[in-house]
């Protein structure tokens, strides 16, 4: 089975620096990896997936993260970070085939200060 | 971009009680799921549901738990006999059968206090 590991629980930063949110995942086989975000009291949304491809991988409103195959990986980064960010992230991992069950991890609670 | 719905917002039931949470998946999604995230924890996966039956499903989805896809549009959860620990949101989820690089897309959530 598999599961995902998110190091960082609580993380405050100023707007304007950057962010780095911690990914770990195991499982044997292939997988396909997201960044979903959930705004306060809202519903999640897909901030970027991986798939296959590029290693790097560019989402919505300026978000990256490289898969790192041989860490397990997928770190997630905004190199300058806004208020509006304020948000949970949710680092989640599915096997290969896209229907299969996604397991989340705990989440990261990011609050930017103005 | 069409949406997964799910209705209601809020349920608030009294323990013992039946309640049937509904969704309405993207219209040429099959795949149809559920997850729950108590407050403050993870969201956890509870049961797939494809070509009318469950596909997969988590430990957490005992015999208190069953999906129904009633009609053609519609894909409910219902709880039989809630329990106190049974408040959570509960989230709907579809994706296509194909293409295979799809993610699943998740609806606004129901969420459910039980008193």
């Not at chain 1, 599961?3 to 960082?8: G, K, P």
């Not at chain 1, 991988?57 to 490289?66: D, N, S």
């Amino acid at each position: 089975a598999q599961s995902v590991s998110q190091h960082n629980h609580h993380v405050i930063l100023s707007e304007a620096a950057s962010l780095e949110l911690g990914c770990n995942y195991s499982y044997g086989g292939t997988v396909n990896l997201f960044w979903y975000v959930q705004y306060p009291g809202q519903h999640l949304q897909l901030l970027l997936k991986y798939f296959s491809g590029d290693p790097l991988v560019k989402g919505i409103k300026g978000f990256e993260a490289e898969f790192i195959k041989s860490k397990f990986s997928f770190n997630l980064r905004k190199p300058s970070v806004q208020w509006s960010d304020t948000a949970e992230y949710f680092c989640a991992v599915n096997p290969l085939g896209g229907y299969q069950k996604v397991t989340f991890g705990t989440g990261t609670k990011l609050q930017v200060i103005p | 971009e069409p949406e997964v719905t799910q209705t209601p917002s809020h349920q608030v039931t009294q323990m013992g009680q039946e309640v049937i949470l509904r969704c309405v998946p993207i219209s040429n999604h099959l795949y149809f799921y559920w997850y729950r995230q108590i407050l403050g924890q993870k969201v956890e996966f509870l049961v797939s549901f494809y070509n009318n039956e469950i596909s997969e499903k988590s430990e957490i989805f005992d015999d208190q738990f069953s999906v129904e896809r009633p009609d053609g549009s519609n894909f409910t959860l219902k709880i039989r006999s809630t329990k106190l620990e049974d408040s959570a949101m509960y989230f709907c989820a579809s994706s296509p059968v194909t293409p295979r690089d799809q993610p699943q897309h998740f609806g606004d959530g129901t969420r459910l206090s039980i008193l």
